[in-house]
């Protein structure tokens, strides 16, 4: 490893603080480009007959997709000298084209928010490259995990901020993301000076280098039956939790809190701490099938409680903003082992020699675009339902197809690793 990386000399639990606190404070950062333009509602203004924020939506949801299938090949082949350069460029890229969507003609802003999105979807994979493959992944990876569900609703909370500041809804996601920049810069050096995986971790959780074409195709192969399973579940958990993230301002509104002060980072933050402590949980589970089913079972709980708090407040029994905070608990227990550590462990169980980040790419492509198919569904298909009543009726299927996917992916992998795993 390059001598400069070896000057990052902590060691045992004060290493991993270092790394899941960088890596939280970069990913953080990026979400500044990415999301804070939702904050705006662009009223009565439509594009090629769509109502505009939808399509600013879309546009961004569609580079984002798109970024992921690039992700596949470009993040799983990348080497450690490339990484930190590969993230200060592609950040660099979405606020050019933050930019272009202040200045260009408003035809020409829907291109703009797509080209923001294409180059972000790349960042998750290389952050989780310099944390996963150890044994303490499970912490790592969760503090990591709860940036996306803080920063979702902080950047927000910082976009109508600027908008009551007086800039307009086209220059508030660039003036957003120049306030973010130099800190997300600062902690990306500082993380790609944390040390690779030791010894010890890779006896416990196996080497984890790049993966070429190959590897890649002969992983999907092996494991297809139970890789489809998961697909499906994570389609519908990225399009609901991207459904709740992007129209969190108009959910609200319909529930009766329109106008309430830091009113997502309040929603947000006792779900990241839920999910951070029953996450980090998950590391006392040293034995790799184990601790894979455990995952399993943790998933499988949240998405039941997103059906059960969703019936809850349909009979009145839970308000507007427990039923919201219940439904975040319940997907980001689901969707964050996606992003993270559910492949960690699967190619720990499954003794596979190669980066979780090519499945964890795999699956966020395949997630994105259902996103974006569900985006469709409703304007297109649904209009007459108002986004809460099309939400309500996506918890409810999200919660019985999911929960009954991840019951038979468990038991597929179950079978398929090897017995001493």
């Known amino acids: ?72 090949k470009w993040v799983s082949e990348v080497t450690r000298k490339r990484r930190l350069a590969m993230i200060v460029g592609l950040v660099a890229l979405s606020e050019l084209a933050l930019l272009g969507f202040a200045l260009l003609p408003a035809d020409a802003k829907v291109i703009a928010i797509f080209l923001n999105g294409l180059p ?129 301002v108009e959910l609200f509104e319909e529930l009766g809190h329109a106008r309430e002060a830091a009113l997502f980072s309040r929603t947000e933050l006792p779900v990241a701490v839920l999910v951070l402590g029953i996450m980090c949980s998950l590391g006392a589970f040293r034995e790799r099938m184990r601790g894979l089913i455990a995952i399993f079972v943790v998933m499988t709980s949240g998405l039941a409680l997103v059906g059960a708090a969703t019936f809850a407040q349909g009979r009145g029994w839970l308000g507007g903003q427990g039923w919201m905070i219940c439904i975040g608990l319940g997907v980001y227990l689901a969707y964050v082992p996606f992003s993270s550590f559910l492949f960690d462990r699967l190619m720990a169980a499954t003794r596979v020699a190669g980066t979780a980040v090519f499945a964890v790419n795999v699956a966020d492509a395949v997630g994105y675009t259902g996103s974006v198919g569900v985006q469709l569904y409703k304007d297109l298909l649904a209009q007459e339902s108002t986004r809460l009543t099309f939400f309500r009726s996506f918890s409810y299927a999200l919660s019985s197809v999911g929960c009954g996917a991840l019951v038979l992916a468990a038991a597929y992998f179950w079978r398929q690793s090897p017995k001493d795993a």
């Open 1 to 72: 490893m390059p001598g400069n990386r070896a000057a990052f000399d902590l060691r045992g639990w004060r290493l991993n603080v270092a790394a899941s606190s960088l890596a939280f404070v970069t990913y953080f950062c990026m979400y500044a480009f990415r999301k804070p333009f939702t904050a705006g509602t662009y009223p009565a203004e439509t594009w090629l007959g769509m109502d505009l924020k939808t399509a600013y939506v879309i546009s961004q949801v569609l580079g984002y997709a798109c970024s992921k299938y690039l992700g596949i």
């Open 120 to 248: 972000l979807g790349m960042i998750w994979g290389l952050v989780v490259r310099y944390l996963e493959g150890r044994r303490a992944s499970e912490f790592l990876l969760s503090g990591l995990s709860c940036s996306f569900i803080l920063a979702s609703g902080a950047v927000k909370d910082v976009g109508r901020w600027l908008l009551r500041s007086g800039i307009s809804e086209y220059w508030m996601p660039a003036a957003a993301g120049a306030l973010f920049f130099l800190p997300l810069l600062g902690a990306a050096i500082w993380l790609d000076r944390v040390p690779d995986p030791d010894p010890a971790d890779e006896a416990e959780r196996e080497p984890r280098r790049p993966m070429g074409a190959s590897d890649r195709r002969a992983f999907v192969r092996r494991y297809l039956p139970g890789i489809l399973l998961l697909l499906l579940t994570y389609l519908g958990l990225t399009a609901f939790r991207d459904f709740r993230d992007n129209y969190g």
